[in-house]
């Protein structure tokens, strides 16, 4: 992965999405701490007053006001830097997820299965969620941290010696020790964080895989695993747990002796009359508020850890490399494909080669059946030519009637897979993924020419039959006639089928062949199929076998 890509998804990287959120609320948050030590200090003056100096009430009001009035507006401000933090945070994540998503859709399906789905979902939904408190928390505590002690330092530092020495020397201690604490907390998040992927893969797998798993007597075998990895979570997440109630009771100790100290020394000070009043009484009002914002630190800090771990696999994620055509959100331009030139085009998954100098020409009006043994690399061509593979060498270029190249083939494209995924969601809402503004009349042409409008009439509900996830409440071979209907209704150049008539009765795999040979009349339609009457009646045969593409016009050659 490039270096600079790298460090734009690390927290720092991150920080630049929203930076003038986060000076706001730097620069408010510092601000606030200006109008709070200067309320501290009248308020410190008017009591000296009162009761040392023999100022009325009366005569007090007008410090009493201003008190009142700072009080009101660091709060205010404090308020106003709070939002910026949130807002920050939310700009950020959002940012991220919107980024990642469409990352994930020019990374394509192939790339994007090298991860776990369970962890891509974590990452997505948890990592990017622990984003926010940490751009809306951390960082502002952080620079806090820095400004009001070091203000609150400054005063001191006027008012008496002893005091400062004390702040000074205790103050610096507890960031020095967090840290310390911080460096050995980080594994034990990280490892909060691999468990809590594990998991909601596993719990993936699981929902996924229920039907095999209960034919293989493997239900409690799997609620046992579950049950395992959750109380590996559980342990994980009370050491983290214990890690922070370890810091904030040390935080405490420094700052609850550290503002003794200051109590102690001026005390005696003040019994031996070489120390003011107001001064004291100053001193005492700051100390609490010197380690405050220290405090407030500790209690996001796990809020760095979470968000540093995220951000790892949040990284892991936008390396996947991408695809180098565009494989969603192209809108077709207004030529159609007429014909389609694969030349000497290779590819491969990964490192490993997958088909070598594939050359072939479709025409509009062809029905091409793509042929080979299991295994051999039929659907591998049909990702090739929707763009889920990249063209490693060589090229695939189409043309309209007028012989003009056709910019981004994919648009004017769609796909049947071997197994179409079906959203939970009604009938007419699974076909309309492919077209939302179309009608109910076109619809039903549609499912008409995909010999689907029959058996979706006789459903209860007909079009607004509920389908279930991918398509529960429907057969395989329901299923894919559904498939076919959507990837109809985006009236395509090119349909590109895999098994189209696999999991179908004769009768439905005959209405669906004629459908797709009327199909073609006015487009390409390439099929990946085993099925003898689907290849008899292709105008066009590739035949796949040990990653080479052989061409046959007819299906007689690819028997000889
Ligand atoms: N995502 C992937 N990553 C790596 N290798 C893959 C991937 N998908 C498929 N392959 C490999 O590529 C080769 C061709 O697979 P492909 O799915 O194209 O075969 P097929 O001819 O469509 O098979 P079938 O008729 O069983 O569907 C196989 O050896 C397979 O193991």
């Given at each position: 992965m490039h270096t600079q890509q790298h460090a734009d998804w690390q927290t720092t990287g991150l920080a630049r999405r929203a930076r003038s959120w986060l000076a706001a609320a730097v620069i408010l948050g510092g601000a606030a701490s200006v109008l709070f030590v200067l309320q501290l200090i009248?308020?410190?003056?008017?009591?000296?007053?009162?009761?040392f100096k023999g100022h009325t009430l009366a005569s007090a009001h007008m410090a009493l006001i201003e008190i009142a009035l700072l009080c009101a507006g660091s709060l205010l401000v404090q308020w106003l830097a709070d939002m910026a933090g949130a807002e920050a945070g939310l700009r950020i994540s959002t940012s991220v997820?919107?980024?990642?998503?469409?990352?994930?859709?020019?990374?394509?399906?192939?790339?994007c299965a090298t991860l776990p789905a369970g962890q891509i979902v974590t990452t997505l939904t948890?990592?990017?969620?622990?984003?926010?408190?940490?751009?809306?928390?951390?960082?502002?505590?952080?620079?806090?941290?820095?400004?009001?002690?070091?203000?609150?330092?400054?005063?001191?530092?006027?008012?008496?010696?002893?005091?400062?020495?004390?702040?000074?020397?205790?103050?610096?201690?507890?960031?020095?020790?967090?840290?310390?604490?911080?460096?050995s907390a980080q594994s034990i998040m990280n490892r909060q964080w691999l468990q809590l992927v594990v998991m909601g893969?596993?719990?993936?797998?699981?929902?996924?895989?229920?039907?095999?798993?209960?034919?293989?007597?493997?239900?409690?075998?799997?609620?046992?695993?579950?049950?395992?990895?959750?109380?590996?979570?559980?342990?994980?997440?009370?050491?983290?747990?214990?890690?922070?109630?370890?810091?904030?009771?040390?935080?405490?100790?420094?700052?609850?002796?550290?503002?003794?100290?200051v109590a102690v020394v001026f005390g005696a000070r003040l019994l031996h009359g070489t120390a003011d009043f107001r001064s004291a009484f100053l001193v005492l009002l700051l100390a609490p508020e010197y380690f405050m914002p220290l405090r407030a630190f500790s209690a996001s800090y796990h809020a760095r850890q979470n968000a540093t771990a995220a951000a790892t696999r949040i990284a892991e994620i936008a390396s996947l490399p991408e695809l180098n055509i565009a494989v969603d959100g192209e809108k077709p331009s207004a030529t159609h494909i007429t014909s389609l030139t694969l030349d000497t085009v290779c590819t491969s998954y990964a490192d490993e080669p997958a088909l070598q100098a594939v050359c072939a020409r479709f025409e509009r009006g062809q029905f091409i059946a793509v042929t080979g043994e299991s295994g051999a690399g039929k659907t591998t061509l049909l990702r090739l030519l929707l763009g889920f593979l990249d063209v490693q060498s060589g090229?695939?270029?189409?043309?309209?009637?007028?012989g003009r190249t056709v910019p981004s083939p994919q648009a004017h494209m769609a796909?049947?897979?071997?197994?179409?995924?079906?959203?939970?969601?009604?009938v007419a809402d699974n076909m309309r993924i492919a077209a939302p503004q179309t009608d109910r009349q076109s619809l039903r042409e549609a499912a008409q020419k995909a010999d689907a409008l029959a058996f979706i009439e006789t459903l209860p509900q007909g079009f607004n039959t509920p389908v279930g996830e991918r398509g529960s409440r429907l057969s395989g071979g329901q299923i894919k006639r559904l498939a076919l209907a959507r990837a109809l209704?985006?009236?395509?150049?090119?349909?590109?089928?895999?098994?189209?008539?696999?999991?179908?009765?004769?009768?439905?795999?005959?209405?669906?062949?004629?459908?797709?040979?009327?199909?073609?009349?006015?487009?390409?339609?390439?099929?990946?199929?085993?099925?003898?009457?689907?290849?008899?009646?292709?105008?066009?045969?590739?035949?796949?076998?040990?990653g080479k593409v052989t061409v046959c016009r007819q299906s007689k050659d690819v028997a000889a």
């Open positions: 009248i308020l410190a003056q008017t009591v000296d007053n009162l009761t997820q919107r980024d990642l998503l469409h990352h994930l859709f020019r990374v394509g399906p192939i790339g948890e990592g990017v969620a622990a984003l926010e408190p940490y751009f809306a928390q951390y960082i502002p505590r952080a620079a806090m941290m820095v400004i009001l002690p070091g203000l609150i330092l400054a005063v001191v530092f006027h008012l008496d010696g002893w005091s400062f020495a004390i702040l000074a020397c205790t103050g610096p201690l507890i960031p020095v020790f967090m840290a310390l604490v911080g460096y893969s596993n719990f993936l797998d699981s929902l996924r895989g229920l039907t095999t798993l209960r034919l293989f007597g493997q239900t409690q075998a799997s609620i046992d695993r579950m049950r395992t990895m959750a109380e590996a979570h559980r342990r994980a997440t009370f050491s983290v747990m214990q890690v922070a109630f370890l810091t904030s009771a040390t935080l405490e100790f420094f700052a609850s002796l550290s503002i003794a100290l090229s695939i270029t189409a043309h309209d009637s007028h796909w049947v897979p071997q197994r179409p995924l079906m959203l939970f969601g009604t209704l985006r009236n395509p150049d090119v349909l590109c089928l895999d098994e189209p008539t696999a999991n179908l009765d004769p009768a439905s795999a005959h209405a669906v062949a004629r459908a797709l040979h009327q199909c073609a009349s006015y487009r390409i339609v390439i099929a990946a199929t085993h099925d003898d009457a689907l290849i008899r009646q292709a105008d066009q045969i590739l035949h796949v076998a040990d």
